[in-house]
């Protein structure tokens, strides 16, 4: 079975920096490229960012561009978003997901169960 | 305002057949990128319903159907149930945006 486990939300002051982790198990992690995606309290749903299997490959959207960096551990099966610069519209609880298929299906699944970032003084 | 268009809310009665709208352009939807559906439960993390326009993972029941045509796409639920109450979202590719993006979301009430 494919799990997924997020850690290392919480609290943070504006301007300050967190860093997400994603631990997964049951798949060959090294095989797909990996996402980060989050959604705002009573919102919708938007893709943060994205690294390619072999990690050679990101992007980000443009809300987070230059301060989020997402890296991966592939001997650690591990999926991680270094955060800095935070912003109160960062308040968000962070997804990680796999990607559909290995050669990028475009659809995300599954899901993890989801870390709480918020950002407040 | 999110790339794809959906409506906030719909609603029927146990038994009955919705269908949830996803409006996209020609940058998305209408330049042949694939239509995935996702169902998210009060208080869970969300799950895919349907991949690829009209595939379901398997567990999915048939109730729940995808198709795509033009810069559109929807979603039908027969057989409406009461666990059927939930948030849904479609998502597609962006060649403007060189990313993936998300409809802002369906709320379903079961009457």
């Known amino acids: 079975e494919v799990q997924l486990v997020e850690s290392g939300g919480g609290l943070v002051q504006p301007g300050g920096s967190l860093r997400l982790s994603c631990s997964a198990s049951g798949f060959t992690f090294s095989s797909y490229a990996m996402h980060w995606v989050r959604q705002a309290p009573g919102k919708g749903l938007e893709h943060v960012s994205v690294?390619?299997?072999?990690?050679?490959?990101?992007n980000y959207a443009d809300s987070v561009k230059g301060r989020f960096t997402i890296s991966r551990d592939n001997s650690k099966n591990t999926l991680y978003l270094q955060m800095s610069s935070l912003r109160a519209e960062d308040t968000a609880v962070y997804y990680c997901v796999k990607d559909g298929a290995a050669r990028g299906g475009g659809w995300f699944d599954p899901w993890g169960q989801g870390t709480l970032v918020t950002v407040s003084s | 305002q999110s790339v794809l268009t959906q409506p906030p809310s719909v609603s029927g009665a146990p038994g009955q057949r919705v269908t949830i709208s996803c409006t996209g352009s020609r940058s998305n939807i209408g330049a042949a990128y694939d239509v995935h559906w996702y169902q998210q439960l009060p208080g869970t993390a969300p799950k895919l319903l349907i991949y690829?326009?009209?595939n379901r993972p398997s567990g999915v029941p048939d109730r729940f159907s995808g198709s795509k045509s033009g810069t559109s796409a929807s979603l039908a639920i027969t057989g409406l149930q009461a666990e059927d109450e939930a948030d849904y979202y479609c998502q597609s590719y962006d060649s403007s945006l060189s990313g993936r993006v998300f409809g802002g979301g369906t709320k379903l009430t079961v009457l």
């Open positions: 690294i390619s299997s072999n990690g050679g490959g990101t």
């Open positions: 690829g326009n009209t």
